[in-house]
């Protein structure tokens, strides 16, 4: 619930050791978010639209999505979270893209004002 520093110590056979930290921070005052992996835009009215989701959300500043070429497919600024009018459907220039692979970019905000850069790929589904 909190930001969180850990220490891991490994110790060998032979008396030999190591240790590392890491710290886990809490984000969005102690809420969960969720950005799918995996989208199937195909009408069935289940998981059509690829948007970001979950307790804690203010906005979505900016969402930049990639083909594997790196051309721009979606883009959008200052959108509401927890909205899937306002996420990508698979559609660029009209037209359905093929299942495939891609990147995104975006910037979650908060409710209490904390920006969360997040990126990582979608896999659309026909």
């Not at 639209?49 to 203010?58: D, W």
Request: aromatic share 10%.
């Amino acid at each position: 619930t909190v930001s969180t520093n850990y220490e891991c110590i490994g110790i060998n056979d032979a008396g030999c050791s190591s240790s590392d930290m890491v710290t886990i921070h809490a984000l969005c005052g102690n809420n969960n978010f969720f950005v799918p992996n995996t989208f199937s835009p195909n009408g069935d009215g289940a998981n059509d639209v690829f948007y970001a989701r979950g307790t804690g959300l203010f906005n979505i500043r900016s969402c930049h999505i990639f083909n594997r070429l790196g051309q721009l497919v979606f883009e959008s600024s200052s959108t509401e979270a927890n909205n899937p009018s306002a996420g990508w459907n698979g559609i660029y220039q009209g037209k359905a893209l093929p299942a495939d692979a891609y990147v995104f970019v975006m910037e979650v905000v908060c409710e209490n004002k904390t920006v969360i850069p997040v990126k990582g790929s979608i896999t659309l589904l026909r």
